[in-house]
């Protein structure tokens, strides 16, 4: 069965950082695109980024370029998004998923609220 566990959310002023974690089990990373989107109440949902399958290249929504990254540790079956600069806008909650390809959303978790403060 395959399960993805986002955790790492929470509160942070303007111009602050945090970073996400998802984590996967029952299926192997690298066979599918990662990606990451957000949801904000009253509002169509984004993608945030995408990385493709084995890792070949990361796609990244026009509001988060230059901002957030995403890494790997392969062992821990596990990816990060390193979300830097925030802003009242990024308020939302984050969501990782997997799908075939790039902004393809076959799976995904439960979501971790990101509140960001002016």
């Known amino acids: 069965e395959v399960q993805l566990v986002e955790s790492g959310g929470g509160l942070v002023q303007a111009g602050g950082s945090l970073r996400l974690a998802c984590a996967g089990s029952?299926?192997?990373?690298?066979?599918?695109?990662i990606s990451w989107f957000l949801h904000a109440p009253g509002k169509e949902r984004e993608g945030v980024l995408s990385?493709?399958?084995?890792?070949?290249?990361?796609y990244y929504g026009d509001s988060v370029k230059g901002r957030f990254t995403l890494s790997s540790d392969n062992a821990k079956n596990t990816v990060y998004l390193q979300m830097n600069s925030l802003k009242p806008e990024d308020t939302a909650v984050y969501y990782c998923?997997?799908?075939?390809?790039?902004?393809?959303?076959?799976?995904w978790g439960q979501g971790t609220q990101v509140t960001v403060s002016s």
């Open positions: 029952g299926f192997t990373f690298a066979d599918y695109a």
């Open positions: 990385f493709s399958p084995y890792g070949r290249f990361t």
């Open positions: 998923a997997i799908g075939r390809d790039v902004w393809v959303y076959h799976y």
